[in-house]
């Protein structure tokens, strides 16, 4: 069945940064599109960034843009979130996520605190 499990969350200061990493599971990594998502307390589920399954194309949410990269590798069925000069908006749930067909799937999450 298909897991990811998100990690590398954690309190960071503003200006701070943090790596998030997801691992994949249960479908074929390689070539499947990614994206990671944020939830913030009392707010909406929002976009954050997505990537080709192929690494060749990347895309990012106008609040994280120039802020935040996404990267994989496809060899260790890992996808990763670089998260810089981060703000305290910055505070929330962060997941990783698949369309599979019409359904899609996050992990658990991992949450990342500014303050």
Request: hydrophobic share 35%; with cysteine.
């Amino acid at each position: 069945h298909v897991q990811l499990v998100e990690s590398g969350g954690g309190l960071v200061q503003p200006g701070g940064s943090l790596r998030l990493s997801c691992t994949a599971s249960g479908f074929t990594f390689s070539i499947s599109a990614m994206s990671w998502a944020r939830q913030a307390p009392g707010k909406d589920l929002e976009w954050v960034a997505f990537i080709a399954s192929d690494d060749g194309l990347s895309d990012y949410a106008d609040s994280v843009k120039g802020r935040f990269t996404i990267s994989r590798d496809n060899a260790k069925n890992t996808l990763y979130l670089e998260l810089n000069n981060l703000k305290t908006e910055g505070t929330a749930m962060y997941y990783c996520q698949i369309d599979l067909g019409s359904v899609r799937l996050r992990g658990q999450g991992t949450q990342v605190t500014v303050s």
